[in-house]
């Protein structure tokens, strides 16, 4: 997943569409610099994109992917979908070429009580066809120490999307590929 350039709170949320171009453009050429091919899906830092940022950022990725979306901040000629989506109840949804998939929230944080990761995890996976799970690296090894119960929370959940029978993981390729 491409997830910005600086990780700016508002990087993204911005109406140049010069300086949007840049943004993805470096972000882009820094991942190919790190040996990343290139991302299937886009993700806004903060889940905070412009109305012009979605235009710009549908044009180079076939899958975002995002917290919520606001029709203030969708394209225009994204809202009979958007509205479809809303009176559908949609948490996933499609306009022009671009798949646009919301996600429950960072479940897999260590903002939350531990006890209450993985049941949370659980009744989202369980309650969707199609569940985006959020969790960042760096809240497993803040402030250069691993958090051990964290992680064991993660290898939890991890173990049981992967002994689950009737829940297939996949990647955001796989949906910008059509196999999901």
Do not use: M, Q
């Amino acid at each position: 997943v491409h997830h910005g350039c600086h990780h700016e709170y508002f990087e993204f949320d911005d109406p140049d569409p010069n300086n949007l171009a840049s943004r993805l453009d470096r972000g882009a050429r820094r991942l190919r610099e790190a040996g990343f091919t290139t991302p299937a899906a886009f993700v806004a830092p903060y889940d905070k994109l412009s109305r012009e940022a979605y235009a710009a950022v549908a044009a180079r990725f076939p899958v975002i992917s995002t917290g919520w979306f606001e029709a203030r901040r969708l394209p225009l000629g994204w809202w009979p979908a958007y509205a479809e989506k809303k009176i559908t109840r949609r948490s996933h949804w499609r306009a022009g070429g671009t798949v646009l998939l919301s996600h429950p929230g960072c479940l897999l944080s260590y903002h939350r009580p531990r006890g209450e990761i993985f049941p949370a995890v659980r009744r989202a996976v369980e309650g969707s066809a199609l569940t985006v799970l959020v969790t960042h690296w760096w809240e497993y090894f803040r402030d250069g120490e691993a958090d051990t119960s964290f992680i064991n929370v993660l290898h939890e959940v991890a173990d049981w999307l992967a002994n689950k029978r009737d829940v297939r993981v996949v990647s955001f390729r796989d949906i910008a590929s059509g196999a999901v």
